[in-house]
């Protein structure tokens, strides 16, 4: 489960309210989290001010989960 939608889960908000957040459209938090669109610099900053979530978390996955597998 993306990061984003792992964050909305949690606090208990609707897609449209996490896309409202993140100042982007529902559709395009709806590609994101389905991985047809990868986070932009802006919406990750953003995921980093509301939420506290690390930049690099967004941009960088894999490189995340390979550090927590090692």
């Known amino acids: 489960m993306h990061k984003l939608e792992q964050i909305r889960k949690k ?3 609707s897609k449209t309210e996490m896309a409202r957040k993140l100042d982007i459209s529902k559709s395009n938090y709806s590609m ?3 991985g047809q669109h990868g986070v932009s610099k802006r919406v990750a900053i ?3 001010e ?3 979530i690390p930049i690099e978390e967004l941009l ?3 490189v995340q989960g390979n550090a927590t597998n090692e």
């Open 46 to 48: 953003k995921a980093y």
């Open 32 to 34: 994101i989290i389905h």
């Open 60 to 62: 960088c996955p894999e």
């Open 50 to 52: 509301e939420f506290g």
């Open 11 to 13: 606090l208990g908000i």
